[in-house]
């Protein structure tokens, strides 16, 4: 019901509804999280994604560990606390190295730092936990896993799964989410997966539209939509009401207004990106992405601003998320 046409006319109602909670459950704060996306290489060839394999034309990069550590350093000076290291499936980054990276970064700053690298084993997990990673952010795309099998040839959906329960069981702050629009993705689809994610009760999770990228297998199929994407968002705030809800970037990518129309339906965080500015372009998960050439300092102020323009305020904060809902 909630994602057929016949809702729409209640979708102003939900919105609202989500808003109010958010405000009483967490406060005007949209936190800021820093995104450093540190590799573009991926050993995957999921259908969607614009660094997987299938894109013969893109040019690679990978970030060194000084470089993500004087990305993280520069951030840092602007006030930033919470970074997302993020990258494709790149093993170039073994797990010693990764454990580095998170050695050296939490030993010189006092930050909140989430790890999207995907999939590893519980060993490795555990030790990238005691190495300082304070949260870790894994979508599980689709909770069906036929249409994860035709979408990722290379990964298995009951191994995605797995590790999102490892990742709680280590006590990861953990962060899940899927695409909205999916090819093969229904409305009963979609209340699997709002099913699915109520059952894990993640910290954090996102929720984007599906947008196809001309250098993949699905390039012709037909974007998401903003209403359901919203609409979806609204009703985790509903049943998940302390949870931390970003406005993705890719909401704001289909829509001049879509983050901010994700902030009106229940979402309390933004992803600015403090990645080196000539790497930006070359991280293309999906076409027309905003925001590319802006550096660290211009997306924190631009953001500080409009968000201020609706009666918010941003957060640099390490945002750790407090499920009990008798604490702030």
Not at 141 to 163: A, G, I, N, Q
Not at 257 to 276: D, H, I, T
Request: hydrophobic share 35%.
């Amino acid at each position: 019901m909630f994602f057929s046409p016949d809702f729409a006319p209640f979708r102003p109602q939900l919105f609202t509804a989500a808003d109010e909670l958010r405000k009483q459950s967490l406060g005007d704060d949209v936190y800021l999280r820093g995104l450093v996306e540190f590799s573009n290489y991926c050993s995957c060839g999921c259908a969607y994604c614009g660094i997987s394999w299938h894109n013969k034309s893109i040019q690679r990069y990978r970030m060194s560990s000084e470089e993500i550590f004087e990305t993280v350093k520069y951030a840092f000076g602007l006030g930033f606390r919470s970074f997302v290291l993020q990258s494709g499936e790149d093993k170039f980054y073994d797990e010693r190295t990764v454990v580095k990276i998170l050695d050296k970064l939490k030993n010189v700053f006092d930050c909140a730092i989430t790890l999207s690298i995907g999939e590893w084993s519980k060993e490795s997990l555990r030790n990238f936990r005691c190495a300082g990673a304070d949260r870790y952010l894994l979508r599980i795309e689709t909770s069906d896993p036929d249409l994860f099998s035709r979408l990722h040839p290379d990964s298995k959906w009951d191994d995605r799964h797995r590790c999102l329960q490892d990742i709680k069981e280590l006590g990861f702050q953990t962060g899940s989410g899927i695409l909205i629009g999916l090819p093969g993705q229904g409305p009963e689809s979609l209340y699997q997966d709002f099913k699915y994610l109520l059952a894990l009760d993640p910290e954090m999770v996102g929720v984007g539209p599906f947008i196809p990228h001309p250098e993949t297998p699905l390039k012709n199929e037909k974007c998401g939509d903003l209403d359901t994407t919203l609409t979806f968002l609204a009703l985790l705030r509903l049943f998940l009401p302390r949870s931390f809800l970003p406005a993705t970037t890719a909401m704001g990518s289909i829509h001049p207004e879509g983050r901010k129309l994700a902030l009106l339906a229940g979402a309390n965080v933004l992803m600015p990106n403090v990645s080196p500015t000539e790497n930006r372009a070359m991280y293309e998960l999906y076409p027309g992405k905003i925001c590319i050439t802006d550096d660290a300092l211009k997306c924190h102020k631009c953001m500080e601003s409009w968000v201020s323009k609706m009666n918010r305020r941003t957060n640099l904060g390490k945002g750790h998320i407090i499920k009990d809902s008798s604490k702030k």
